[in-house]
């Protein structure tokens, strides 16, 4: 198999064969972690001990690591809302909801996903009770999209992280990602 073959394979020679270095510096590839830009569709890898960094999308610069969701009360939310700066999107959920508990996880990943351009939130209904009302939420977990002050859509319901990442895209008028590859990934070992 010539080099050209190994290259596009992904493969790794074998220095004991062949005098070429292996993948690359096997030590400190074994922490790398990939994670697209969900804004240019650009594929990033970076060390995962640089996670607390702040990485930055290295062609649009954007950082690819938002925070967590806002905490809100009926205060915090009308400020939000006033804001009137982009799609905000507020989950709505209790602790003694077992499918919001089993939503969240996924609610925050999109929001370290997408943070950076969408604003994400949660409120409690148990502790706050003014915003839920006011929108008539019935059933949690019940996440709503605001832009300019208004509601544009609500999913009553958990979703999956691929569902929940089409439904961001769509409230939030996100374009689909141009199709880029992925970097091989790191092999530690080899
Ligand atoms: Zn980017």
Redesign the pocket.
Known sequence: MGRHHAIVGGSCNNPRLRGDAPCGETSSMADLMQKR?L????WNQFPEARLADGPK?G????PLVAGPPAALDDAGFAAELARNDGTLIVDFWATWCGPCRSFGPVFRQAAADYGVRVRFATIDVDTVSGTPQRYNVGSIPTMMAFRDGREVDRVIGGLTGAQLDRWIRGVAGLPPLPDKPRPRPPRPGH
């Open positions: 830009c804004y240019c569709g650009t999308c062609e649009c610069k954007l």
